[in-house]
């Protein structure tokens, strides 16, 4: 039977669940204190960055019958995130704050911190605000040394919060997009080499016919 349902469902396990995660808290903490909440864009980040974690879970659980679901709702999760992606750009632009490059070092920063909750994102966005201010350079360069002449990041007036934790949340998008890129490659070979239940459960009985016989 091991064969026939595979283990499923170790959805809490797989990182971008985990990342995913931490990209709805954060949503919800940011819409709460810049996004007006009776818009109608209050609610779709909201339910995006919910979207993506509900059909990680979602599509795990139905992995054991259904490779197929499971490809399907890993896809959704992608697609309810990139659009998440979209909304905080949008956010930026919207207010002529700068999207960070993808080389930004505060970019680097934020993902070689390993935040595992929203307030520990919080914390770096605080810790970031202050240090741009303080220097004119991300966290990063400060602790690398780099001057002002020397990295892209170097900002000119003091970085906004709004525009520190949108870039936050769209680095963690980004981290959690390329996690699922990854997950759909290795589960749409999965599908291809080994099927779904149906072809597992027809080569079972393929099996025990020829035992009987």
């Known amino acids: 039977m091991a064969d026939l349902i595979p283990r499923h469902g170790g959805y809490r396990k797989l990182k971008s669940f985990q ?15 810049y996004v007006e909440k009776r818009s109608r864009t209050h609610d779709q980040m909201v339910q995006a960055a919910r979207s993506g974690v509900q059909n990680i879970a979602e599509g795990s659980k139905a992995s054991g019958t259904s490779k197929k679901t499971e490809l399907k709702l890993t896809n959704v999760a992608r697609a309810s995130l990139e659009e998440l992606r979209l909304d905080y750009e949008d956010f930026l632009r919207q207010r002529r704050l700068p999207l960070w490059e993808r080389d930004d070092p505060r970019r680097e920063d934020l993902i070689a911190r390993r935040c595992g909750t929203a307030d520990e994102v919080a914390a770096w966005v605080r810790e970031i605000h202050e240090s741009d201010g303080r220097h004119g350079l991300s966290g990063q360069d400060r602790r690398n040394g780099h001057s002002t002449k020397s990295t892209k990041s170097t900002v000119s007036t003091r970085s906004t919060y709004p525009e520190i934790a949108a870039n936050a949340a769209l680095t963690l998008i980004a981290v959690a997009c390329s996690l699922l890129d990854r997950q759909l490659a290795a589960q749409a070979q999965a599908f291809e080499q080994d099927g779904g239940f149906t072809e597992r459960l027809y080569r079972r009985r393929q099996e025990a016919r020829g035992r009987g016989q």
Not at 19 to 33: E, G, K, M, N
């Open 19 to 33: 990342i995913a995660q931490l990209v709805y808290d954060v949503t919800v903490r940011f819409c709460q204190r």
